[in-house]
């Protein structure tokens, strides 16, 4: 079975603060990592698709690695913004298109 | 920027009750998913559907559940006799394309709470 991993479970910061967070994969049979971003009461907001082993894709202030050698993703945030709580999870696509999902992370941003 | 939709947002149901819950995924994708979450645990795939049957399943989609596209918008999962433990957010999925690099969009879910 296929198990996807993310730390820290839960983060708190303040506004400003740069942050970073994990996810971890079994590294054989790779064929994307997902990252999305979801808040209370809403949809998980697609953020990258990562398919290529040292792959780095940026959207604004956040910013994702990918180390598939290795089986970790990294997603960062540049100047946390108290808009930028939420989960943040990571899933890691099987075979058939199915999604292995991690726990997440939950930032929380205080201003 | 069009988006998937599933409704009601919230379901409360009787045990042994039947419960549909329903999607219309984005107009022009055509790979369909069901994934669920139990409150505290990790987000589950549940089926997945194209051309109108199931592509693929989990362990979890058992003779209780079943899915279909009646009409070429909507994309159903029914539970015939729901269980205490069926108790869930319910989300619907959709994709354009199979390709690795493809992201689902995801509803905003279903909550699910049997009685």
């Known amino acids: 079975i296929l198990n996807v991993e993310q730390s820290p479970q839960s983060l708190h910061v303040q506004e400003g603060d740069s942050t970073n967070f ?3 994969f079994p590294s054989s049979n790779f064929y994307a990592l997902h990252w999305y971003r979801w808040e209370t009461a809403k949809s998980p907001e697609a953020l990258f ?23 970790y993703s990294y997603l960062y945030i540049k100047g946390s913004q108290p808009e930028d709580s939420a989960t943040y999870l990571c899933a890691l696509r099987g075979s058939q298109g199915n999604l292995i999902f991690g726990k997440g992370t939950k930032l929380s941003v205080k201003p | 920027e069009p988006e998937v939709t599933q409704t009601p ?13 329903r999607c219309v995924p984005i107009s022009n994708h055509l790979y369909f998913y069901w994934y669920r979450q139990i409150l505290g645990q990790k987000v589950e795939f549940l089926v997945s559907f194209y051309n109108n049957e199931i592509s693929e399943k989990s362990e979890i989609f058992d003779d209780q559940f079943s899915v279909e596209r009646p009409d070429g918008s909507n994309f159903t999962l029914k539970i015939r006799s729901t269980k205490l433990e069926d108790s869930a957010m319910y989300f619907c999925a959709s994709s354009a394309e199979k ?11 279903t909550r699910l709470s049997i009685l």
Do not use: W, Y
């Open chain 1, 49 to 71: 698709v990562m398919t290529l082993n040292g792959d780095e894709k940026k959207k604004g202030r956040i910013s994702a690695t990918l180390n598939t050698k290795e089986g």
């Open chain 2, 9 to 21: 947002s919230h379901q409360v149901t009787q045990m042994g009750q039947e419960v549909i819950l």
């Open chain 2, 99 to 109: 390709v690795v690099n493809q992201p689902q969009h995801f509803g905003d879910g």
């Open chain 1, 22 to 24: 994990t996810c971890s």
